[in-house]
């Protein structure tokens, strides 16, 4: 069975009106099978048949209210009323199941026809009345005049009540629609931050640690001849960075925290960032602590050690600076990192920064702070080197 798109009253209105049509054709057989009137009796039989199966058949139709429907309810419409006209002249008994298939007409046609159809049904009735008495009474006049009047009021209550269910159900389609889009593109949102934030791990790890081991490995290709015992101490320091780097590529997969945060505190880990992300150059980092430093949240270390890899990443392989310096501050409601440098530093407003492979770093340096609700402020402009400043807001437990 096909569900009705009408909400319980209408589908009540609908099958009140197939039993009021049940119940006078029942009424009206009863009354001529006890006359004797075999005729009658077998054609309101075969009438009420019809009906019945129109019913069942509109029902398990595949799409309600299509074409196909409505023509098929149309051509019903015509058998029924052709049915009701031969009973009402056989028998009176039959007459006022034009009551009835005044909804009927008022539903199927459009208005133009329905009221014009309603109207002969009404004078066909009031006819086929004065025909069996021999005589046109007052009664016979008013009563299907009322009956039509009623049910096309009824049946114009029926067809606004319709239009609003139907109104009222495009608008459900179109939320559910409207749902499943925004389904659609909340998983598209989640997918692209996914993908962000692995290109953000990767660079702020893998790809530094990659350029340590690189800067390492060159520096000790460079003292292999002139100075053995220095090369060899690069290469320990190359080897011990490819093994953080592969702890960092395993701990990434698994989502833990970065292995220099692991068994030591931010302080102890930026130390040793300073002196390892510059290893092989001829860069000085000095690595200083403001403040009395208090714990902080693990993204928060994560957030600042992440800012200080890619910020001393950029000293190493583009500022040809001689001196730079990482300063951690404990404020009261908020911690600073500044990573700053005497290079040759870049315009703000030029392109060219990025060019020498600045962009990507800083706008993830800034994602990443931003997320916890800090600022990161970077100065810069040619020849008088560059700092890189972020400050995170302490939480609430830590300011006080």
């Known amino acids: ?13 609908r099958w009140a009106i197939h039993g009021t049509f049940a119940i006078l054709l029942v009424i009206a057989v009863a009354g001529v099978a006890r006359q004797g009137q075999i005729l009658p009796t ?14 069942l058949i509109e029902g398990r139709l595949p799409h309600f209210g299509g074409q196909t429907h409505l023509r098929l309810g149309r051509l019903w419409l015509v058998v029924i009323t052709l049915g009701w006209a031969a009973l009402a002249v056989a028998s009176p008994q039959f007459v006022w199941l034009a009551f009835p298939l005044f ?14 159809g309603v109207a002969v049904l009404t004078v066909a009735a009031i006819l086929a009345a004065a025909w069996h ?5 007052a009664a016979q006049i008013i009563g299907p005049t009322i009956g039509a009047a009623v049910a ?7 067809k606004a009540l319709y239009a609003e269910s139907e109104e009222r159900r495009l608008l459900i389609d179109d939320l559910v629609r409207t749902r499943g889009k925004l389904v659609t593109a909340e998983g598209d949102a989640a997918r692209l931050a996914e993908r962000e934030r692995l290109a953000r791990e990767i660079h702020d790890t893998l790809a530094q640690g990659m350029s340590s081991i690189i800067l390492l490995l060159r520096a000790a290709r460079r003292d292999l001849a002139d100075d053995p015992g220095e090369a060899e101490r690069r290469i320990i320091e190359a080897e011990d960075a490819a093994k953080e780097n592969l702890e960092e590529a395993r701990n990434f997969v698994r989502a833990l925290a970065p292995p220099a945060l692991q068994h030591s505190s931010l302080v102890a880990a930026l130390r040793r960032i300073s002196d390892s992300a510059v290893a092989g150059t001829s860069i000085t980092v000095r690595f200083e602590v403001s403040g009395t430093p208090v714990p902080l949240p693990v993204d928060y270390d994560a957030t600042l050690l992440r800012v200080a890899q890619g910020a001393l990443g950029n000293v190493s392989r583009h500022s040809g600076a001689e001196h730079a310096g990482v300063t951690l501050t404990y404020l009261d409601d908020m911690v600073m990192l500044d990573v700053f440098d005497d290079g040759r530093g870049f315009d703000l407003g030029s392109p060219a920064g990025e060019a020498a492979g600045t962009g990507y770093g800083l706008r993830v340096m800034r994602e990443r702070v931003s997320t916890l609700g800090g600022t990161l402020t970077v100065e ?5 080197g560059t700092a890189v400043v972020a400050t995170l807001p302490l939480p609430r437990g830590e300011a006080a």
């Open 42 to 55: 077998l054609g309101g039989t075969l009438l009420g048949a019809l009906y019945a199966a129109g019913i």
């Open 103 to 116: 909804f009927a007409y008022l539903h199927l046609l459009p208005l133009s026809v329905a009221l014009p």
């Open 1 to 13: 069975m096909t569900d009705y798109p009408f909400p319980p009253a209408l589908r009540l209105l």
């Open 133 to 137: 008495e021999g005589r046109l009474t």
């Open 380 to 384: 810069s402009s040619p020849g008088e």
């Open 152 to 158: 096309t009021l009824m049946a114009m209550v029926y």
